[in-house]
T-cell receptor, first 112, second 111 residues
């Protein structure tokens, strides 16, 4: 079975400061890894994904995540956050049947 | 390219009633899955449909059922509603083993 742990439920950070949202997973099979973002009263939007290849993946809005197989982690980072990054962030893994397992989410609040 | 659309956006039902939620998948996507997101939680997998057949199910009772139609749209039906069924129900579509594309969800409140 697969499971995802997001270690921080809430992360406050000042604008233009760096941030890291932590994600660890447990799986007995090879999985794909994802980060989704959710704004209030909306569905989830894909932020970035790791399927294979380079362990460092980037999004178009400055986020990046690194797949670390030995530590079973997929932490999300951004060197300088903006007010508009305030949202709920979910880490997820998918199994070979494309069933997704989500963490409980990290609420990122960017403080002006 | 049309994204995933869900209807209705909000719904209020009484305990014991039945509800049907609808989803139109993103153009070109042949797989639809449904997730339940309780307040303050991550989405939980309900089931997945591929080519009109259920091909995966999470830990939800049989009163949660679904359909997928030839045009890949889908319905989620919940019978005998309980208070704990109050949640945001998310539909997602995909093509093969890849990222899910989510709709904005249906907020169901059971009173």
């Amino acid at each position: 079975a697969q499971s995802v742990t997001q270690l921080d439920s809430q992360v406050p950070v000042f604008e233009e400061a760096p941030v890291e949202l932590r994600c660890n997973y447990s799986s007995s099979v090879s999985v794909y890894l994802f980060w989704y973002v959710q704004y209030p009263n909306q569905g989830l939007q894909l932020l970035l994904k790791y399927l294979s290849g380079s362990t460092l993946v980037e999004s178009i809005n400055g986020f990046e995540a690194e797949f670390n197989k030995s530590q079973t982690s997929f932490h999300l980072r951004k060197p300088s956050v903006h007010i508009s990054d305030t949202a709920e962030y979910f880490c997820a893994v998918s199994d070979p049947g494309n069933q997704f397992y989500f963490g409980t989410g990290t609420s990122l609040t960017v403080i002006p | 390219e049309t994204g995933v659309t869900q209807s209705p956006t909000h719904l209020i039902k009484t305990r014991g009633q039945q509800v049907t939620l609808r989803c139109s998948s993103q153009s070109g996507h042949n797989t639809v899955s449904w997730y339940q997101q309780a307040l303050g939680q991550g989405p939980q997998f309900i089931f997945q449909y591929y080519r009109e057949e259920e091909n995966g199910r999470g830990n939800f009772p049989p009163r949660f059922s679904g359909l997928q139609f030839p045009n890949y749209s889908s319905e989620l039906n919940v019978n005998a509603l309980e208070l704990d069924d109050s949640a945001l129900y998310l539909c997602a579509s995909s093509w093969g083993p890849a990222a899910l594309h989510f709709g904005n969800g249906t907020r169901l409140t059971v009173t």
